[in-house]
Nanobody, 125 residues
């Protein structure tokens, strides 16, 4: 089964940028629908962006145009490029992978089988 490790979180001021990475081991990122989720203090986990095995991308409205999800098969890594960050983007960000070879609803967390440990993103005003 795939294992996921996130990195790249940190603290930035509003308007700044960060790039999150999620490195997969034991299997290829191409074999899974993958997504980024986030959870802010006191709030439920929410999906942010997703990419299918065919490379189709999906974004929630609050991040569309600001965030970009991509994957580098040579590095076996999933990325989330985040621009024009807002204080409301502050959360722990998690990458996730669905069942191998299966399609999942992009932002439905329980359909994802594998999760990373999370990385903190803090945006100050």
């Amino acid at each position: 089964q795939v294992q996921l490790v996130e990195s790249g979180g940190g603290s930035v001021q509003a308007g700044g940028s960060l790039r999150l990475s999620c490195t997969a081991s034991r299997d290829s990122v191409n074999a899974y629908c993958m997504g980024w989720f986030r959870q802010a203090p006191g709030k439920e986990r929410e999906g942010v962006a997703s990419i299918s095995t065919f490379g189709n991308t999906y974004y929630v409205p609050s991040v569309k145009g600001r965030f970009t999800i991509s994957k580098d098969t040579a590095k076996n890594t999933l990325f989330l490029e985040m621009n024009s960050l807002e204080p409301e983007d502050t959360a722990v960000y998690y990458c996730a992978a669905g069942p191998r070879g299966a399609w999942v609803s992009p932002f439905v967390g329980y359909q994802y089988n594998y999760w990373g440990q999370g990385t903190q993103v803090t945006v100050s005003s």
